[in-house]
């Protein structure tokens, strides 16, 4: 036998076992798989953006319908603006309430039901895009109106869990494997109170979140409304320098056809408000040919300034109704006069501390027809739960003008008996606003404009 021919167990070797094969390694989802969770998320919140282009595509349509059967050469722009302004809504919308419901199942490991969650997502952004509707119509008396108000939050709820579910189900067909590999993990299925605790915290920041989220806006729509409000003053003092006078509070019949009424018979027909009157001078008088200062308010010919709602109305309501959120205070000792024998004054006789014009948020009043707040029959409140006199279209208060061009933004909680004493010209000279009205003052938006009897 050759030295090469070893016989292990003739020396009396041991042969060690072989050394067990490495197994690969399964790809095992990790306990709340960050990234699988937030595709599907994303997926949850494009599928609800898409649901929210699609009611836009679909008003549209119908808009686009409508326009064109009255004539009207922007149907065509809408049916592309309302696709887009749906899905940016709906998609924003979405945000907060992805955060909210997908914090709260990544922490009380709620994956097993993330098809409802995901519905639940579409259903609340819905609800909340109707959301202001639903409060406006809450206090109206119209049941019709909340009906309708309801019937539109269940649809667009039920559009957007539709849109959000779908977007989930994609997503998981996609990832079919790794999705039956995380539902087969028990970890992704513990809960515990230190998670339930998290999962308050969480809800807690994204509530504050949205909370701050929604004051934002709030101030930016009130910014708008302030530069109305300043607009307005700024087109008093405009036909102030024109005319030397107010305006009339009621333009009557037998008054000319100009802008400054050569005339003015008590008994004559009233024709239209002094919104009407100031229109084309808080536009610039390139808008004077739209205006027909001889015809009534609902004359057809008058239908040509229906761009002028948007100067005083400010909520959905009342641009829908035309109706006005500004009214003049007028009656005996006003600086307007009361409408018929008494004739509004040159602000060169005016304290400038007089009110002149008020924030009503439920006026009733088309802007274009005679109407304001009387001192004789205007209720003696401030805030009315209907809306009828004195009250801010805002949470935090109401507008008033005063004769000197100021803009005050005044608290809900005012007394009216404080502010009354501001109304006829001979009180204001016995008050001084910043002693009665200051303490009340949320905001100032507008200076004095140089004084009255500048």
């Not at 990234?35 to 549209?60: R, S, Y």
């Not at 349509?61 to 887009?84: E, K, Q, Y």
């Not at 302004?85 to 914090?103: C, N, R």
């Amino acid at each position: 036998m050759s030295t090469d021919d070893h016989d292990p167990s003739a020396a009396g070797d041991r042969v060690s076992p072989a050394a067990p094969l490495e197994q690969p390694a399964t790809a095992h989802p990790k306990p709340g798989d960050i990234p699988l969770g937030c595709g599907f998320w994303a997926n949850v919140w494009l599928g609800t953006a898409l649901a929210g282009g699609v009611l836009g595509l679909l008003l549209g349509v119908v808009g686009t319908f409508v326009a064109m059967s009255s004539g009207s050469p922007h149907g065509v722009v809408l049916l592309f603006i309302a696709p887009i302004w749906g899905f940016l809504t709906a998609g924003f919308v979405a945000i907060p309430a992805v955060l909210l419901i997908a914090s709260t199942a990544w922490l009380l490991r709620l994956w097993r039901y993330r098809l409802l969650l995901a519905g639940a997502v579409g259903a609340l952004s819905g609800l909340v895009i109707v959301l202001p509707g639903l409060l406006v119509t809450g206090s109206m008396a119209a049941s019709g109106s909340i009906v309708s108000a309801w019937l539109g939050a269940g649809l667009l709820g039920a559009l957007g869990a539709a849109g959000s579910v779908w977007g989930a189900r994609w997503h998981q067909r996609r990832r079919r494997a790794q999705w039956e590999a995380f539902d087969a993990d028990p970890r992704n299925r513990q809960f515990s109170i230190r998670r339930l605790l998290g999962a308050f915290v969480l809800v807690a920041l994204v509530l504050g979140g949205l909370r701050a989220l929604l004051d934002t806006v709030e101030r930016a729509r009130c910014v708008g409304l302030n530069h109305q409000f300043a607009g307005i003053a700024q087109a008093l003092h405009h036909y102030h320098a024109k005319t030397g006078l107010l305006p009339h509070p009621v333009r009557r019949a037998g008054s000319g056809s100009d802008l400054v009424p050569s005339g003015h018979d008590p008994e004559a027909e009233p024709l239209y408000s002094w919104r009407l009157n100031l229109l084309s001078l808080y536009f610039g008088i390139d808008h004077d040919a739209d205006l027909a200062y001889d015809k009534p308010w609902n004359d057809p010919s008058q239908q040509s300034a229906a761009w002028g709602t948007g100067v005083y109305s400010f909520d959905d309501e009342s641009w829908a109704s035309d109706q006005t959120n500004v009214v003049a205070i007028t009656g005996p000792g006003t600086a307007f006069g009361d409408g018929a024998r008494e004739l509004p004054r040159s602000l060169h006789d005016v304290d400038d501390d007089t009110i002149l014009l008020v924030e009503v948020r439920r006026s009733g009043i088309p802007w274009r027809a005679p109407g304001d707040l009387d001192l004789r029959t205007m209720p003696p409140t401030i805030d009315r739960a209907d809306g009828r006199g004195i009250s801010g279209c805002r949470a935090y208060g109401f507008h008033v003008v005063f004769a000197d061009g100021a803009v005050w933004i005044l608290s809900h909680r005012t007394p009216f008996d404080e502010l009354r004493k501001f109304f006829t010209v001979e009180a204001a000279r016995r008050y001084d606003r910043d002693e009665v009205l200051k303490p009340y003052r949320v905001g100032q938006w507008q200076e004095p404009l140089g004084g009255a009897a500048e």
